[in-house]
C-alpha cells in the first residue's frame, strides 16, 4: 500500500512555517508496513489544492490531508474532496450538536460559520475529534482510502491513532517496519560514523536486514535503525540486538538507546539511586530546569533551581563570594564550582549543577568569545561535596548555546552517576 | 510569476528529516514577488519524480528542484528533468574538469562516477557550485523557468542567492512581495475572526490589496498579512495601515504589530520603562526564565529567577509562610500572590511573577484539574507592593500546559504595563 500526504494551508507555503504533521504521519504509516511516495504542501487556493489532490490520488492506494477543517473561509479541504470525489455534502445534526456542546463548555455560544464543520461528504465516516471542533473523515473511493485529519497537531495526533487502530490498521497488509533512534554525545559525526561502520555491513546481511541513517544535530548524534518484517516481536529483537552492539563499540557515548531524549535519561538515573537535584544556571537562563521538568513526574527528584543572571544574584542565592567573581570573571571553572556546591548547600540536595557562560550574541572577549561555558556538578555523599567543572566552546548562536550547554550539563551528571554504579 | 518547488530525495521521505531548503527559497523568491503555489517532496524513484516534476511544471512559472544532482545512481534529478523536457544530456568536459579540480586540491583523483556530473541538458546554462562539486542548472523552455540546485544548504544557499541576483531577479520582473505577522492572545480564533472578518474584504478590495491569514496555536492566535506591488515603502505603509487597524478592533489583545514573540515584547517593554523583573517559577520549571533570556541583552532587564518545585524552597526561598501552602494548597491565588511579592522583595525588582499550577499528568484533582494554573504579578511602586492574580484553565499535556502558562504570565505583565502607560 502506497501513500501520499497532502498538507493544506496557505502559511505552509510562507517560510514561517514547516510543515510536521507528515512526519507523525509517516512514522505511524511506516509501522504497519506502508511506505510514503510522495508529500505536498498546498495552499488554501480550491483549484490549486484540487489538482495537486487528484493527482496524488491517481498515483496513490491511500490519501491522507492535513488541515483546512476549520471553520472559516480559509478552510477549503473538505469542499475540495467533496468535489474530486463527486459527493454531494450533507449538513450533520449530532456533528454541530458535538460542536455546541463544546462551545457551551466554556460558557460560549458556537458561531454561526462553525456550520461548516458539520457538513461532511455522503458516506463518508465521521473521525471524532476530542480535541477540536473540526471532525475528521475517512472515505472509502474505489478501492482507495481518503483520509481527512485536522491541522492542528494535538487534535491531528489523536485521531491519527484512533483512524490506524480502529480502520487503516485492518486494511493495511500484514508487513510492519520497526524504527529505532540511538542517541550519541561526546563524539563528532564523523567519529561516530568510524566507529559504527563495521557493523552496517553486518547488519545489511542479517536474515531481518538492518538499515542505518546518521543524522548529526547539535548537542547529540542520532543513528536511525529500520527494519521490516512481519513479527513485530521479532523486528524488536533484532533492533534490541544492533542497541546492544552499538553500545558495546560507542561505551558511555551512547547515552540513548530507545529514543529517550537526555532528560529523560537523566530524570531515570536521578530516581532509581534517589536522588534529588538542584540547578544554578546563569547563560541557559533556565532551560535546564525547563528541560528535566518537561518531564512527568520529575518532582520526585528536582528539589529547586535558581536562574542568577546578574553577580548580585549568584552571591545573594548561591554564596558566590564576591572576591572570586573580581578575580576569575563570572564565566570561570571557579565561579562554575562556587555555583555549583552553593547550590547543593542551599537546597540541600546530594547532586547540583552550575552552569555560566557567554549565550551572545555580545559579552564575548578575545580570551572567552561567544559560546564560552564552565558547567560544574557537585555531588554530596557523606558529608563531603565532590566537584567536577569544564569549559566548553559551543557554536552557533543564543539558542543554540543555549541548548548545547544545557546537554553538557546534564549529560555531565549522567556520566557521574553511571561511573558511580 | 507562480512558483513551485519539489525536494528530492528519499530520506526527506522519512519521519526524520523535514524539508527546510524550500523555506529559505521561499522567502528569496517572496522579495522578488514570486508567490510560491506549492511544493512536494519526492523520493529517489525516477518515474515519480517525473510525474510530479510534470505536473508542477503544467502548473507554475518557474519550477525550482532541490537534491539529487549528486554522482551515485540514487541522484536522478538531472536525467528525470532533461527526459521531461525531452533534452538530449551532453558531456561538458569543463564542468568536469572543474571536479576533477576540487578532487586534486584535496589529493584526490575524481572517481568516475562524477562524471554524471558533467552531463548537461543541451543549452542548459551552468550554475557554478562553490562550495561541492553538483553544478546547478537554469533552463529556459516554452516561457518557463526550471532551475536545478543542490540538496546540501551549504551548497544550495550561496547559488541560490547568485541565481537570484545574475538571472531570477531579472525575469522577475519589478514585482515585490512583503509580508507581517500579527499575534493575538486572550481570544479564542472565533472571536479573533468576528472581529476582524469586516477588514477583510476592505484590504482586498483596497488598492494594495492585503490577504489575510489566520493561524491559531496554544497561547496565541496570528494574523498572517501579505501585499504585493512594485514600491517597497509602499507596501511597508499599506501593511503599517493594515496593522493600526487591527489594533483598534482588538485593543491590548494584539500584542505584537511585526512579528516580535511575546519575550521580545515584554522585554522591550522593560527595557524602555527601565524597569527589572524576577520570576518565581513552580509548574513552568523554568521556562518563562528561559524564554526571557532567549532574547539577545535581556541581561539589562532580567534580574534573576527561582524555580520552586518543592514547598520547602517556596518557604526558603520566597519567604511564603507554612500556615499559607497548608491552608489554600501550593495552587492557590494567594501562594502565588506570595510568590511573586516574595520574589520581588528578595530580588529587589521593580517586577515580579509567581506562577504555581498543576502540569500534569498527574497531581490533578477534581477541584484543581490537570491545568489549573495561578500567575500573580507584583509591581513595587514608592515602597508600595501592588499585586494581580488571575487562575487559569489550560488544555493539552504538560508542555502544552508549562508553554500556555508561561506566556499567560508574560502576557499579565505586558497588559499591567501597557495600562499603566
Same mark, same amino acid.
Given at each position: 500500500m502506497n501513500a501520499e500526504i497532502i498538507a493544506v494551508g496557505s502559511e505552509l507555503l510562507t517560510p514561517a512555517r514547516v510543515d510536521t504533521n507528515s512526519l507523525v504521519i509517516t512514522e505511524r504509516l511506516n509501522e504497519i508496513g506502508i511506505a510514503l511516495q510522495g508529500k505536498s504542501v498546498a495552499g488554501d487556493d480550491p483549484r490549486m489544492l484540487k489538482a495537486i489532490a487528484a493527482q496524488a490520488l491517481a498515483r496513490a492506494d491511500l490519501l491522507i490531508l492535513t488541515g483546512g477543517?476549520?471553520?472559516?473561509?480559509?478552510?477549503v479541504t473538505r469542499n475540495v474532496v467533496a468535489d474530486l470525489l463527486d459527493l454531494p455534502l450533507e449538513f450533520h445534526a449530532e456533528v454541530f450538536a458535538g460542536i455546541e456542546k463544546r462551545f457551551a463548555a466554556r460558557g460560549l455560544r458556537a458561531p454561526g460559520i462553525n456550520k461548516r464543520q458539520a457538513m461532511v461528504p455522503r458516506d463518508a465516516v465521521i473521525l471524532e475529534n476530542k480535541y477540536g471542533t473540526a471532525p475528521g473523515l475517512w472515505i472509502e473511493r474505489e478501492g482507495k482510502v481518503v483520509i481527512l485529519l485536522p491541522g492542528p497537531p494535538r487534535e491531528m495526533r489523536p485521531m491519527l491513532e484512533a483512524v490506524i487502530r480502529d480502520r487503516l490498521g485492518k486494511v493495511a497488509g500484514a508487513s510492519r517496519m520497526s524504527r529505532r533512534i540511538l542517541r550519541v554525545t561526546g563524539r563528532t559525526e564523523s567519529h561516530v560514523e568510524e566507529a559504527v561502520q563495521p557493523l552496517y555491513a553486518r547488519w545489511l546481511a542479517a536474515r531481518l536486514p538492518i538499515a542505518a541513517t546518521i543524522l548529526a544535530s547539535p548537542g547529540q548524534i542520532e543513528l536511525h535503525l529500520t527494519v521490516s518484517g512481519t513479527d513485530i516481536k521479532e523486528l524488536q529483537a533484532a533492533l534490541d540486538a544492533a542497541a546492544d552492539e552499538t553500545r558495546a563499540v560507542l561505551g558511555l557515548d551512547?547515552?540513548?538507546?530507545? @529514543?529517550?531524549e537526555m532528560p529523560q535519561v537523566v530524570g531515570a538515573l536521578l530516581r532509581a539511586r534517589g536522588l534529588r537535584i538542584a540547578v544554578a544556571e546563569s547563560c541557559t537562563g533556565g532551560l535546564v530546569m525547563s528541560r528535566l521538568t518537561?518531564?512527568?513526574?520529575?518532582s520526585e527528584y528536582v528539589e529547586r533551581g535558581v536562574v542568577v543572571y546578574s553577580n548580585q544574584s549568584k552571591t545573594d542565592l548561591l554564596g558566590v563570594p564576591e572576591p572570586l567573581l573580581d578575580a576569575h570573571?563570572?564565566?570561570?571553572e571557579p565561579v562554575a564550582e562556587a555555583m555549583a556546591s552553593g547550590m547543593a548547600r542551599t537546597a540541600g540536595t546530594a547532586l547540583a549543577l552550575g552552569i555560566t557562560g557567554i549565550a551572545g550574541p555580545? @559579552?564575548?572577549?578575545?580570551?572567552?568569545?561567544?559560546g564560552t561555558v564552565a558547567i560544574a556538578a557537585a555531588w554530596v555523599r557523606g558529608g563531603k561535596t565532590d566537584t567536577r567543572v569544564r569549559m566548553f566552546n559551543f557554536f552557533g548562536g543564543r539558542e543554540l548555546v543555549k541548548f548545547q550547554a544545557s546537554q553538557a550539563a546534564l549529560d555531565m551528571i549522567r556520566r557521574w552517576m553511571l561511573e558511580a554504579g
Open positions: 477543517l476549520g471553520p472559516t473561509d480559509d478552510d551512547l547515552f540513548s538507546a530507545d @529514543g529517550e518537561d518531564m512527568p513526574g520529575s570573571g563570572a564565566v570561570s555580545s @559579552g564575548g572577549t578575545p580570551a572567552k568569545p561567544v
